[in-house]
């Protein structure tokens, strides 16, 4: 075995390695003693096979256990790779939402997050998003990661990025607790900052979570003021269903450029939306593979459905950086054949349609 | 109304068990007996082979191909279903999420498009922004409404198809269904006098009035839209909601999963006749866009069960139709037996499915008889599926048909039963079930199953005395009181938590043209201001 720091693992966004050599390498680095991080160093003495010379495919991957769960406790030095040496180039600590019980940690270091950066920016360009722009943030910041990406994307694809600060934590608590209208007057909080920035500023791209997008679709008055000055509207943290996408692009904000992502803290980044989709194809997500992939599978067997058929996501994050492999998400998704080889592209990510309870039984209605 | 009627409501005997329908009640003549042999079940007949294409599609990137798909249809049984696309202010909208809706027996029957909140949000919208029509202009239209919705091909269907879907997928008995159709018929050609009635006494219906030149109380709207959670247990139920249209509210109804036939007809009718797209929407939608129909609009019409009422109980811009548990009461000075036609078709008048049908009835003395004797008569209901000319019993899929069966028999734990005691969901063999009829005797009138109110002929027959008073008939949408004693009747009539008092032989689901079925819906909708001009 070569030395565990394989060049590799070092490659730009735009050179595809051949995946399984990649994700060799990585497990080199990962399980080396002199490199891997010591949460995986301890982590690999409980493991029934040795990553090592056991992973040798994508599909190996789903031999790993799912220890998602134990980012909650674990120190954040332990989870950097010791090949990063003593003096690593951390841009910071990051959690999960936190809405089932402790937040979950992740550490985002210099060279994971300009890489992500800068496909993501490609992707943008794709989608005919306008470069030098100022940009608009009503996105979680704080101890979330999307902030981050956020501001190294505004200073990068853009010129300056604008934020607001959007606490999803509190808003969960809100409609957790029933306090819908509290929820909605939090939403309205963020409107009106939102348009001191709007009405004062050139701003040209929006980023935006779908919820928050559907307040201020309600507002007739802003929605003037985003046609007006703002060029593309990018989305994101939750779902939007195909049909609200349609009336975005055809109805309310005909001539914004408009791409989603589909992210998560876990797998330090987000999935970009493919572009040139029109209205009718389902909404794909492309992650940046090999370092990010998803399956798709049968949530009881968590074998793989079919391509076109829908099943609970999988992610998987493997990169110098960080190991998070075989981290089963509650989305439900389409599966998409990858435009960048391993592991799948996923659509229409959505809960599942209930339409109305069926076994209600006192009463006529 | 006869039981007889219950037992053989077949062509030309009239529209049976309904509110608003008994002889004498109605004012439109009775629809002609339909041609024998209509309503016959032949395969080939079955609802969803003889759904047309959509019609009236507005030119949609997707219409063509729907319109392709449902073109190829009408040939037998393995058609695709129907296409039930929410109504919007720019016309149709071919949503991309669906749900599939399934006649009784689970074969699919139609997909319903479900609408995001972004759609609904911008319909109340724009029913907001659309003027009213002038008052006479609405009447009008409605009316034509009326007429289109029980004569006309709309969307595809003609009256007998819309019917038979109803009697599938609701598990309407289709006798039931045929005749709400001339109900609703008649109720909308008379939606002004509704309306009328609802005035209060030298209210001016409008300031043009010369009564406003010496000063005069003015009728006038709230708010200006209105929402509506449908019901699905009843095709009936959606008679109420359109006074709202005539009062010029613009209004959006979100159909219930179980039945949206009805109003999808009903609103293609009102905006053919003249309501347009901008002032009258149908908007099918999961749970949580519900909630967002509610926020946007500003008064709301909400039927639902008891955790639905507690969940608007505090919302002052909703109006609830929640659980009905209607009564009867039976004193000790009047014989049941001269009225026992009359509390049979009162729990088993079209289907038993009706928040007006009893749930309880109270007698004072031996309560046993008059069980035996209703168990006696429900017995000899058919059970029959839904489509069959001679049903008049509800049906559902076997599967929440015994569920049903499963909550009543735990419910009436401790209680004597004189009819389904060892069950009420009779399997007709397809996947559906039909609830046959229950009875059930209490110890006493307080006894909590006297709240129990199922879909289906089910009834409670407790003892009452005189020491019980009206409390156990408090919480009640109608008290039938077969009894002479003028004293109860103030009490009952006096009772704010009684919606209706029906004295005598009049069944609980009784209901007069312009009179209230649970106040007006005016009273929540209008308020009387001060006019004066010179």
């Keep these: ?365 | 109304m006869a039981v007889a009627d219950l037992l053989n409501p077949g062509p030309g005997r009239g529209p049976g068990a309904l509110p608003g329908t008994r002889p004498g009640t109605q004012a439109e003549p009775r629809p002609e007996a339909r041609p024998a042999g209509q309503g016959d079940a032949r395969p080939e007949d079955r609802p969803e082979a003889r759904l047309g294409p959509v019609t009236g599609s507005r030119p949609q990137a997707r219409s063509a191909a729907g319109a392709a798909r449902r073109s190829a249809a009408g040939a037998g049984p393995d058609d695709e279903p129907l296409l039930v696309d929410a109504l919007g202010p720019q016309g149709r909208f071919r949503a991309r999420r669906r749900t599939t809706v399934t006649d009784v027996s689970g074969a699919p029957v139609a997909e319903i498009g479900l609408v995001p909140s972004l759609f609904v949000d911008r319909t109340v919208k724009a029913l907001r922004r659309a003027t009213p029509m002038g008052l006479d202009e609405r009447i009008a239209a409605i009316r034509h409404a009326a007429e289109l919705f029980a004569t006309a091909e709309l969307a595809g269907q003609d009256p007998a198809a819309y019917e038979r879907t109803v009697a599938r997928v609701g598990g309407v008995p289709l006798s039931v269904v045929r005749a709400t159709t001339q109900n609703i018929r008649a109720r909308l050609g008379r939606v002004h006098d509704s309306l009328a009635q609802a005035r209060p006494a030298g209210v001016a219906e409008d300031w043009r009035s010369p009564l406003t030149r010496t000063g005069s109380a003015v009728w006038t709207r709230r708010a200006e839209t209105f929402a509506v959670l449908a019901a699905g247990n009843h095709p009936g139920t959606h008679s109420l909601w359109p006074e709202a249209l005539a009062l010029g509210y613009r209004v959006a109804v979100r159909p219930s999963r179980r039945e949206p036939f009805t109003p999808y007809r009903l609103i293609t009718a009102l905006r053919e006749a003249g309501f347009g797209e901008d002032r009258i929407a149908f908007l099918p939608t999961d749970h949580a866009e519900a909630d967002t129909l509610l926020r946007a609009a500003d008064r709301s019409l909400v039927y639902g069960g008891e955790d639905v009422v507690r969940k608007y109980a505090d919302n002052p811009r909703v109006l609830l139709q929640g659980p009905g548990r209607s009564k009867i009461l039976i004193t000790a000075d009047t014989d049941w037996r001269d009225h026992l036609d009359t509390i049979t078709a009162s729990v088993a008048g079209h289907g038993g499915t009706g928040c007006v049908n009893t749930t309880t009835v109270l007698v004072e003395g031996d309560p046993a008889p008059l069980a035996e004797a209703l168990a006696q008569r429900l017995a000899a209901l058919p059970a029959l599926p839904p489509e069959d000319e001679a049903a008049v019993l509800p049906v559902q899929s076997a599967d929440t048909a015994r569920a049903i069966e499963a909550h009543l028999l735990t419910r009436a734990a401790g209680t004597r039963a004189w009819l389904g005691g060892d069950g009420i969901a009779r399997d007709l063999g397809d996947g559906s079930a039909v609830l046959t009829p229950a009875v059930h005797q209490l110890e006493r009138a307080d006894a909590p199953q006297a709240g129990v109110e199922l879909p289906f002929p089910c009834v409670w027959v407790a003892p009452w005395s005189r020491a019980d008073g009206i409390a156990p008939l408090r919480g009640s949408l109608v008290v039938g009181a077969l009894t002479t004693d003028r004293h109860l009747l103030d009490e009952l009539i006096a009772e704010p938590s009684i919606g209706n008092v029906h004295a005598g032989d009049h069944p609980t689901y009784w209901m007069g043209p312009g009179l209230p079925h649970d106040g007006y819906l005016a009273e929540f909708l209008m308020r009387s201001k001060t006019v004066i001009r010179d």
């Excluded at chain 1, 950066?117 to 910041?141: C, E, I, Q």
């Design chain 1, 1 to 365: 075995m070569s030395s565990p720091d394989n060049p590799i693992l070092d490659l730009p966004y735009d050179v595809q390695p051949d995946p399984d050599e990649f994700l060799r390498a990585a497990m080199e680095w990962h399980f080396n003693p002199e490199t891997g991080s010591p949460f995986w160093l301890r982590r690999a003495e409980t493991l029934d096979f040795d990553p090592r010379t056991d992973i040798r495919t994508h599909a190996d991957l789903a031999r790993f256990p799912n220890v998602t769960g134990e980012l909650r406790y674990v120190r954040a030095e332990d989870l950097v790779p010791r090949g990063y040496g003593t003096r690593p180039d951390v841009v910071g600590v990051f959690e999960s939402g936190g809405t089932t019980g402790a937040p979950k940690r992740v550490v985002l270091t210099r060279d994971w997050l300009d890489r992500m950066v800068a496909w993501s920016n490609a992707n943008l360009d794709a989608h005919g998003f306008p470069r030098g722009a100022n940009w608009l943030g009503l996105v979680p910041t704080g101890p979330h990661i999307v902030g981050e990406f956020f501001r190294r994307s505004a200073d990068t694809h853009g010129s300056r990025g604008f934020t607001i600060d959007l606490d999803p934590r509190w808003v969960k608590k809100l409609i957790a607790a029933g306090r819908g209208a509290d929820a909605g007057a939090y939403a309205e909080h963020l409107l009106e900052q939102a348009e001191f920035v709007l009405s004062t500023q050139d701003i040209g791209v929006l980023t935006i979570t779908p919820s928050v997008l559907e307040r201020l679709a309600g507002r007739e008055d802003l929605v003037e003021l985003v046609n007006k000055k703002v060029k593309a509207i990018r989305w994101g943290g939750t779902q939007l269903d195909p049909d609200s996408r349609h009336l975005y692009r055809t109805e309310i904000f005909p001539d914004i450029a408009f791409c989603g992502n589909y992210g998560s803290t876990m797998i330090l980044g987000f999935a970009g939306e493919r572009a040139g989709l029109s209205d009718d194809d389902p909404c794909v997500f492309d992650p940046l593979s090999p370092y990010v992939t998803f399956s798709v599978v049968d949530p009881a067997t968590r074998e793989p459905v079919a391509y076109g058929e829908r099943g609970q996501v999988v992610v998987s994050h493997v990169s110098k950086s960080f190991l998070l492999p075989n981290n089963l998400e509650r989305d439900l998704a389409t599966r998409i054949p990858s435009d960048r080889g391993a592991g799948d592209a996923v659509a229409d990510i959505a809960p599942v349609a209930t339409f109305e309870n069926e076994t209600v039984i006192e009463g006529v209605y």
